[in-house]
């Protein structure tokens, strides 16, 4: 997906930012929550787990992991009748947000997403001077911000603006200002960033990277609303 920015979409010598974020769906993390689901006895995912291109995680990747691993699908819930009302028996399979390492999963498991995206440019801004629409945001004192793609039409909905953080070369910076539709603005202050460096927007809580369980607190979504439409719209890799 391209970005509506003007200019952007041309390439600049030495620099080859990507126009769009990226999903990658690491098949090492979806391969050790399986076996630690199998080496606790459970031997079936709940088919759930396949709904929305398995919560934007590839609905083919999954299925192969599940299948190499011995993992099949469980029987669709039976419903028993009491007093005259249906009531669905729970499903003891393995749930997507194990298979996937989501928040609140028990047990832990291995986050399976990492979503970055790429800086676009960076521009100096003065105390006072405002950023996005509306100028949301205004600098407090002199700093300097980076232009960064990924927006709501990729999965950054717009409740994370000046509510989280991103990370580039392992630091922390957050975003500012209102999340566009393909873009977002972060303050770095005096770090070294440049054009084309990774930003990565979901990583593994376990590393203190950014985390989908901040993406939650910031906005009062669910997790897997917040992960499958990032894995949908952002661009998806497999890695390993």
Same mark, same amino acid.
């Given at each position: 997906m391209s970005s509506s920015i003007p200019g952007h979409d041309v390439p600049v010598p030495g620099s080859e930012p990507r126009s769009s974020p990226v999903a990658r769906i690491s098949r090492g993390a979806l391969t050790a929550n399986a076996r630690a689901a199998w080496g606790r006895g459970i031997r079936s995912f709940d088919p759930s787990v396949l709904e929305a291109d398995a919560w934007g995680h590839g609905s083919g990747l999954v299925r192969e992991v599940l299948e190499a691993q011995g993992i099949v699908a469980a029987e669709a819930p039976v419903a028993r009748v009491e007093a005259g009302t249906a009531i669905a028996r729970p499903s003891t399979g393995l749930s997507a947000s194990t298979l996937f390492g989501l928040p609140g999963a028990e047990p832990p498991a291995r986050t399976a997403l990492r979503l970055s995206g790429t800086v676009l440019s960076v521009k100096d801004?003065?105390?006072?001077?405002? +950023?996005?629409?509306?100028?949301?945001?205004?600098?407090?004192? %002199?700093? @300097?911000? &980076?232009? /960064?793609?990924?927006g709501y039409a990729q999965g950054i909905v717009r409740g994370l603006g000046g509510a989280v953080?991103?990370?580039?070369?392992?630091?922390?910076?957050?975003? +500012?200002?209102?999340v566009a539709m393909?873009?977002?603005?972060? %303050?770095? @202050?005096? &770090?070294? /960033?440049?054009?084309g460096d990774e930003v990565l927007f979901l990583g593994d809580p376990a590393h203190g990277e950014p985390s989908l369980a901040e993406w939650v607190r910031a906005t009062g979504l669910f997790a897997p609303e917040l992960i499958t439409a990032v894995g949908l719209r952002a661009i998806r890799e497999e890695a390993p």
């Open positions: 801004l003065r105390a006072g001077e405002g +950023v996005s629409y509306g100028y949301a945001y205004r600098a407090d004192a %002199d700093t @300097r911000v &980076a232009l /960064v793609t990924g953080d991103v990370a580039i070369a392992g630091e922390r910076h957050p975003i +500012v200002g209102r393909d873009v977002c603005v972060v %303050d770095i @202050r005096d &770090a070294a /960033v440049r054009r």
